[in-house]
Nanobody, 117 residues
């Protein structure tokens, strides 16, 4: 079955960096677009970034543009999100998702990122 397992979250000081990973299994990883979505405490879901199946096309929310870098390793079936210059407002649970023709069809369990001094 399809599995998406995030890791790499944690507590980081403002201005710091984290690299989130999402290990995928149960499907042909290189055939699907993928994205990162986050949910801050008490708030709704916010789309963060997306990447094409081959990795050549990326997109970012304005809130992370210039600070986030999405990438993928199709040989390792892994999605990444590098986040730099982290701010307290980046505190959230970060989810990786698989994008099908009609939208998101699978989610991971999420990884907590807390930005605080």
């Amino acid at each position: 079955q399809v599995q998406l397992v995030e890791s790499g979250g944690g507590l980081v000081q403002p201005g710091g960096s984290l690299r989130l990973s999402c290990a995928a299994s149960g499907f042909t990883f290189s055939s699907y677009r993928l994205s990162w979505v986050r949910q801050a405490p008490g708030k709704g879901l916010e789309w963060v970034s997306a990447i094409s199946a081959g990795g050549g096309s990326t997109a970012y929310a304005d809130s992370v543009k210039g600070r986030g870098t999405i990438s993928r390793d199709n040989a390792a079936n892994t999605l990444y999100l590098q986040m730099d210059s982290l701010k307290p407002e980046d505190t959230a649970v970060y989810y990786c998702t698989r994008l099908a023709a009609l939208g998101t069809d699978y989610w991971g369990q999420g990884t907590q990122v807390t930005v605080s001094s």
